[in-house]
Nanobody, 122 residues
Framework: QVQLVESGGRLVQAGGSLRLSCAAS????????MGWFRQAPSKERELLAR????????YYADSVKGRFTISRDNNKNTVYLQMNSLKPEDTAVYYC???????????????WGQGTQVTVSS
């Protein structure tokens, strides 16, 4: 089992920045591919960013490429999502995810965090 706890979500103005954190516990974090997803009201949950176990390989959805950065600290069992130039359409519940594996043309995790709300005001 893996437990994931997100933090850092809040209300922010458009153009601002936020850093989300996800603290992991349980099975080996350092060998797990991690990711961040988000889900806006009445929309499907979408993968935003993925990072491999070492941090050397990352993937970003087109909607966030160049604005968001995923990183990890295996010594702290924590993964981060730095979000810059935030837009109102970034408003959603953001979920940390662990043990991502290929699923169709994307990835899907074995474990989810509880989510943290990010609201971007215009």
């Amino acid at each position: 089992q893996v437990q994931l706890v997100e933090s850092g979500g809040r209300l922010v103005q458009a153009g601002g920045s936020l850093r989300l954190s996800c603290a992991a516990s349980g099975r080996s974090f350092s060998s797990s591919a991690m990711g961040w997803f988000r889900q806006a009201p009445s929309k499907e949950r979408e993968l935003l960013a993925r990072i491999n176990w070492s941090g050397a390989d990352t993937y970003y959805a087109d909607s966030v490429k160049g604005r968001f950065t995923i990183s990890r600290d295996n010594n702290k069992n924590t993964v981060y999502l730095q979000m810059n130039s935030l837009k109102p359409e970034d408003t959603a519940v953001y979920y940390c995810a662990a043990e991502l594996s290929p699923y169709g043309s994307s990835w899907w995790p074995n474990y989810w965090g509880q989510g943290t709300q990010v609201t971007v005001s215009s």
